[in-house]
């Protein structure tokens, strides 16, 4: 850290965390203006496309501005938090003049650079360009498009009003701009709400999509003794859907936001649905031998305090039928075009989380033994539900496991996670009638599906690790001759 004589603002930057991520949402603030931070204190939490990570603030200082709410998604590069920090000790809540700049609690405001490097958080790395900040006197009523950064820009100085725009830094006029994002504004625009008539809720005085369903609702409730009052009940006189049927309830429709893991999720799966050809092969199997196997390991002390259920098997399984058959474990090179054959497995596991599926995986699952393998499992899922996978522990999957069957489905056709060639959809396991010793009798019974990408992987290959993995499953003792 650089040591300076005088008190000075420092601007903390949204960075990189993940390789290549353009933007990130701020889930939750842990730190408030006024608070003092010391370095490596993680002052907030951010949603990415792959995960959620904590930013931890690289100096000591006392917080003067957040320049962004809870909820706002983030331009990489861009300030997310004023600190006051001074050479030996923190700078005095008491003295915000005390920066050459204007008073730190201006977002806008460009911060003082230090005379030597700026402090970068390790794995970060540094942005490769300059970036620029809208200044708060932007053009206040644009369409409900508008680009992104306006929004962001708007946010922070809390609304500009249409009436004053010369003088942006003064407190905003009784008849201030109510401040909303653009997919709001849409939805009051096209539910005939005026914003200006709405009570906000959000951070920062921002109406949320609540509010207007909420305004819409409170709105309608002398109308249901009155249907024929309804037509002129919007406040706005050019609604946008006029010829709307009233049973179009506003109620009866929720539009939910596409961003972070959903949004890269989304974006991954077209990409895999259309570049890679798929082919997906079924095969049904009778686990009884697997079960009885889960029950035993756990009462073995060796594995005990471990996550012990079928998946385990499963995924070693799957590791088996590789290990036999390796060229399975590969990915498609398109400029090169070359087949690239790796000599390790990360095993992803696809895990549905409250903000949408992620797939970390276990590095080098191939070198690991059963109960290493036990004990990797239980960290993923454990970690996956806490929504704390790192965006590290979901690149780099070489073949996937999607387990359809803890939602009762027998089975599936998964798409392959982009980058690999192959992913094992795992249904349910139900007691079922089959022929086992020459009589039907009740046996636990399972469906397994294996997609792969026609382009490296042809049917041959395909069925002969969808076979193996059946195997293993049916007689587990191949565990220890084919291992």
């Known amino acids: 850290m650089t040591t300076m004589t005088n008190a000075s603002v420092r601007e903390f930057k949204m960075p990189d965390v993940g390789e290549g991520l353009t933007e990130a949402e701020i889930l939750k603030w842990y730190v408030q203006p006024g608070d003092t931070v010391t370095d490596g204190q993680v002052v907030c939490e951010v949603e990415t496309a792959k995960a959620a990570v904590e930013l931890p603030i690289p100096y000591d200082g006392v917080v003067r501005a957040l320049h962004f709410p809870e909820g706002t998604t983030v331009d990489v590069g861009t300030s997310i938090i004023a600190v006051e920090v001074a050479g030996g000790a923190p700078a005095q809540e008491e003295a915000p003049a005390a920066p050459a700049p204007a008073p730190a609690a201006e977002p806008e405001q460009p911060a003082e650079q230090p005379a030597a490097r700026q402090p970068v958080l390790v794995g970060y790395g540094v942005a490769t360009s300059s970036t620029r900040r809208r200044p708060r006197k932007q053009a206040p009523d644009a369409a409900a498009g508008q ?4 929004v962001q820009s708007e946010l922070n100085g809390h609304g500009a009003a249409p009436a004053a725009p010369a003088a942006p830094a003064a407190p905003a006029a009784p008849e201030q701009r109510p401040l909303a994002k653009p997919p709001v504004r849409k939805l009051a625009k096209d539910l005939g709400v005026d914003l200006a008539t709405v009570t906000p809720t959000g951070p920062g005085g921002v109406v949320t999509r609540e509010d207007v369903h909420a305004a819409v609702a409170a709105a309608q409730v002398p109308q249901q003794t009155a249907p024929a009052a309804q037509p002129s009940a919007p406040a706005v006189p050019t609604p946008v859907q006029p010829a709307a049927p009233a049973s179009y309830d506003s109620a009866r429709e929720t539009r939910i936001p596409v961003k972070g893991v959903r949004k890269a999720t989304a974006a ?37 305090g471990l996550r012990v259920n079928p998946l385990l098997l499963i995924a070693k399984a799957l590791l088996v039928a590789i290990r036999r058959n390796p060229e399975i474990n590969a990915s498609w090179d398109e400029a090169a075009q070359e087949i690239v054959v790796k000599h390790y497995v990360n095993l992803g596991i696809a895990a549905a989380t409250p903000r949408g599926l992620i797939v970390p995986n276990i590095k080098d699952a191939h070198a690991k033994t059963l109960p290493e393998l036990a004990a990797s499992l239980g960290e993923l899922v454990s970690t996956a539900r806490e929504g704390k996978t790192s965006p590290s522990a979901m690149q780099g999957g070489t073949v996937t496991i999607t387990n359809v069957g803890v939602f009762g489905v027998d089975t599936g056709t998964p798409l392959l996670n982009p980058g690999e ?43 002969k690790v969808l076979a193996d993995v059946a195997a293993v499953l049916e007689q587990p003792k191949r565990l220890i001759t084919w291992a």
């Open 421 to 463: 060639s192959a992913i094992l959809a795992v249904g349910a396991i139900k007691p079922q009638p089959w022929v086992h010793k020459g009589k039907v009798k009740p046996r636990q019974v399972t469906t397994l599906a294996l997609s792969f990408d026609h382009r490296l992987v042809d049917g041959e290959l395909g069925s």
């Open 268 to 304: 991954a799966m077209v990409g895999s649905a259309f570049t890679a050809p798929h082919v997906t092969e079924f095969v049904t199997v009778d686990v009884t031998r697997t079960m009885k196997l889960v029950e035993e390991l756990k009462q073995d002390k060796e594995f005990a």
């Open 147 to 150: 680009a992104a950064s306006a």
